[in-house]
């Protein structure tokens, strides 16, 4: 009876799509920076600082995790 608990519960979480609005909002304001930094060159460059900083903090927590 637990595994059969343990198996909905995970299909459970599977279906679970709280969190893709967040990732949609996060994609989108990511191109929407690559777009300012593309129309204007002297911004491209912090943009740049701004994404290698996220980059970097995530490749951290994926080594963490």
């Known amino acids: 009876m637990k595994r059969l608990s343990e198996f909905i519960w995970r299909i459970h979480i599977w279906k679970d799509t709280r ?9 989108m304001a990511g191109f ?3 777009a ?3 129309i204007m060159p002297q911004v491209s460059t912090s943009v740049s600082t701004i994404f290698s ?3 970097s903090v995530l490749s951290g927590a ?3 995790g």
Do not use: F, M, S, T
């Open 19 to 27: 969190g893709q609005d967040l990732i949609e909002y996060a994609l």
């Open 32 to 34: 929407v920076a690559v």
């Open 36 to 38: 300012a930094g593309a």
């Open 53 to 55: 900083k996220v980059d």
């Open 62 to 64: 994926a080594a963490a």
